[in-house]
Nanobody
């Protein structure tokens, strides 16, 4: 089993910044992919940013140029630096990790951007 511990959510004004962190533990094998999803009320969960198994990163079009994904050398901890936040970024943000094709999820952290 993989445990994912998230931190860094909160309330920020339009144009503000937040940094999310996700720490993975309990792995017996190497994590293949890791990143962040979000789910706003009444909407489906969507990918925000993630590292692929090849080490490249993908971003949702809506966050390109504003959000930056980074990690420690191994897939033990990933960060999401969110700048120039907009009210449309308000959602619960979930850390996701894929290990041997099985997805694992964190408990989620709320990000609220006030206008």
């Amino acid at each position: 089993q993989v445990q994912l511990a998230e931190s860094g959510g909160g309330v920020v004004e339009d144009g503000g910044s937040l940094r999310l962190s996700c720490t993975a533990s309990g792995m017996r094998f190497t994590i293949n992919e890791m990143g962040w999803y979000r789910q706003a009320p009444g909407k489906q969960r969507e990918l925000v940013a993630g590292f692929t198994s090849s080490g490249t990163s993908n971003y949702a079009d809506s966050v390109k140029g504003r959000f930056t994904l980074s990690r420690d050398g191994a897939f033990n901890r990933v960060y999401l630096q969110m700048n120039n936040l907009e009210p449309e970024d308000t959602a619960v943000y979930y850390c996701n990790a894929v290990l041997s094709g099985v997805p694992f999820w964190g408990q989620g952290t709320q990000v609220t951007v006030s206008s």
